[in-house]
């Protein structure tokens, strides 16, 4: 197979959670336990960092390895999902995994994958696990892909466990309530490794104390730090909370004697989007009009972002909006400001929610537009509306942002 074919196989072999949702779904970890032993344990073969959360969780571990590629260290880096490009999942040092990698990987495993029906994202996590032990990566930062506990990155021991926040996400899988969240992504926190806290409220509090006194792992809570100001260049209002997290846990690796300088933190922060190619964070994609895309998707990163929204200056607010079939639209639509011209739209996966359906359950909130039958047709039509000194916002989904990033 050549590479879009190897693609086109790991895509369409077995149902992925971010394309199809609750039917990709594994409920334990026995297929990537097999996997690692299958490979001969490639999660053993390198030191990492891994990081949690509902929202915040890509931002931080993109601004942990830049500061780490600054200090001059050989820095994987493990994101979900991608935006344009599958091999942006699997980087060190900012540049993606080669296709050729990819391709190999995928050919000479297949028979092993299709024998034990592995999901795309075990494969995946086996393909970036392999690649950082025979790259000999000096550290890779892994960021889960959902939970915690039961995600398959979870096979690894690392130098220190990252858990942002805790949101209403998932909780098809996750639970119903914040402590029940709280309890899979801080699934992650192993015995005796240091694990940092962004932000808590007293339901998830109790639980990351309980799990961490159970682990006899050092907690931190990073909400409770002093930082100094740090300029980066993400720039979205939210990143102020992901650069303590990151700050604090950074200070942790200092103690741990990781060479790590303020110098090195202060150039990081600065070089995130250079250094690891991040995308689609409060991204400016054009000026006169502006036009900005974020993929904040659900309540709590939604907030943030629209509070940013309203504090830019424009004369005219045009919202290209477009969800998935498993959102809480009721929790969603209502933080959305009613005076948007709105652009319903449909991301082009299988579970992108139909737009006429997404712009019926708008009007509820009294959000009112047009509706269109792809993401590129919303966007040119608000592009031909806006005036010059109107402001654009895309989002609602990272498959709304895919399409126009």
């Given at each position: 197979?050549?590479?879009?074919?190897?693609?086109?196989?790991?895509?369409?072999?077995?149902?992925?959670?971010?394309?199809?949702?609750?039917?990709?779904?594994?409920?334990?970890?026995?297929?990537?336990?097999?996997?690692?032993?299958?490979?001969?344990?490639?999660?053993?073969?390198?030191?990492?960092?891994?990081?949690?959360?509902?929202?915040?969780?890509?931002?931080?571990?993109?601004?942990?390895?830049?500061?780490?590629?600054?200090?001059?260290?050989?820095?994987?880096?493990?994101?979900?999902?991608?935006?344009?490009?599958?091999?942006?999942?699997?980087?060190?040092?900012?540049?993606?995994?080669?296709?050729?990698?990819?391709?190999?990987?995928?050919?000479?495993?297949?028979?092993?994958?299709?024998?034990?029906?592995?999901?795309?994202?075990?494969?995946?996590?086996?393909?970036?696990?392999?690649?950082?032990?025979?790259?000999?990566?000096?550290?890779?930062?892994?960021?889960?892909?959902?939970?915690?506990?039961?995600?398959?990155?979870?096979?690894?021991?690392?130098?220190?466990?990252?858990?942002?926040?805790?949101?209403?996400?998932?909780?098809?899988?996750?639970?119903?309530?914040?402590?029940?969240?709280?309890?899979?992504k801080g699934g992650i926190i192993k015995k005796e490794v240091p694990v940092v806290i962004g932000e808590t409220v007293s339901e998830t509090k109790a639980v990351f104390q309980k799990i961490a006194?159970?682990?006899?792992?050092?907690?931190?809570?990073?909400?409770?730090?002093?930082?100094?100001?740090?300029?980066?260049?993400?720039?979205?209002?939210?990143?102020?909370?992901?650069?303590?997290?990151?700050?604090?846990?950074?200070?942790?690796?200092?103690?741990?004697?990781?060479?790590?300088?303020?110098?090195?933190?202060?150039?990081?922060?600065?070089?995130?989007?250079?250094?690891?190619?991040?995308?689609?964070?409060?991204?400016?994609?054009?000026?006169?009009?502006?036009?900005?895309?974020?993929?904040?998707h659900n309540k709590e990163g939604l907030a943030y972002v629209i509070e940013q929204l309203q504090e830019q200056k424009y004369n005219q607010l045009h919202i290209v909006l477009g969800s998935v079939?498993?959102?809480?639209?009721?929790?969603?639509?209502?933080?959305?400001?009613?005076?948007?011209?709105?652009?319903?739209?449909?991301?082009?996966?299988?579970?992108?929610?139909?737009?006429?359906?997404?712009?019926?359950?708008?009007?509820?909130?009294?959000?009112?537009?047009?509706?269109?039958?792809?993401?590129?047709?919303?966007?040119?039509?608000?592009?031909?509306?806006?005036?010059?000194?109107?402001?654009?916002?895309?989002?609602?989904?990272?498959?709304?942002?895919?399409?126009?990033?």
């Amino acid at each position: 197979m050549n590479y879009e074919e190897t693609l086109s196989w790991l895509f369409a072999q077995l149902p992925m959670y971010q394309r199809v949702g609750k039917t990709a779904y594994k409920a334990d970890l026995s297929n990537t336990h097999l996997l690692m032993q299958y490979l001969n344990h490639p999660e053993n073969g390198f030191k990492s960092i891994h990081v949690a959360g509902t929202n915040g969780k890509g931002s931080v571990s993109h601004m942990l390895a830049s500061v780490l590629q600054i200090a001059g260290y050989k820095v994987g880096l493990y994101t979900s999902p991608h935006l344009k490009d599958f091999r942006e999942r699997i980087k060190i040092n900012g540049d993606m995994i080669s296709e050729e990698a990819v391709t190999a990987f995928i050919q000479q495993n297949k028979a092993f994958f299709e024998a034990n029906s592995l999901s795309f994202f075990e494969m995946t996590v086996g393909l970036a696990f392999d690649y950082f032990r025979n790259e000999k990566v000096d550290i890779a930062v892994v960021e889960v892909g959902m939970g915690g506990r039961l995600d398959s990155t979870n096979v690894i021991t690392p130098e220190i466990c990252v858990i942002t926040n805790i949101g209403f996400d998932h909780t098809a899988f996750l639970g119903n309530t914040l402590a029940e969240i709280a309890g899979e992504k801080g699934g992650i926190i192993k015995k005796e490794v240091p694990v940092v806290i962004g932000e808590t409220v007293s339901e998830t509090k109790a639980v990351f104390q309980k799990i961490a006194a159970t682990q006899h792992a050092p907690i931190t809570f990073a909400e409770a730090a002093e930082i100094p100001e740090y300029d980066c260049d993400l720039v979205g209002k939210y990143q102020q909370k992901n650069k303590r997290t990151a700050r604090v846990a950074l200070g942790i690796l200092q103690q741990n004697d990781w060479t790590i300088s303020e110098e090195h933190i202060v150039e990081g922060f600065k070089k995130v989007v250079p250094n690891t190619g991040l995308l689609g964070r409060w991204q400016v994609l054009q000026q006169n009009p502006t036009v900005i895309c974020d993929t904040a998707h659900n309540k709590e990163g939604l907030a943030y972002v629209i509070e940013q929204l309203q504090e830019q200056k424009y004369n005219q607010l045009h919202i290209v909006l477009g969800s998935v079939t498993n959102k809480d639209l009721d929790a969603i639509l209502p933080l959305f400001p009613k005076n948007a011209n709105y652009y319903f739209c449909r991301p082009d996966v299988p579970r992108g929610l139909e737009e006429k359906i997404l712009a019926e359950k708008a009007t509820e909130y009294g959000l009112k537009g047009e509706s269109y039958s792809s993401v590129s047709e919303a966007l040119r039509h608000a592009k031909k509306r806006a005036e010059e000194t109107d402001l654009i916002f895309v989002g609602g989904s990272t498959f709304v942002v895919a399409e126009v990033v």
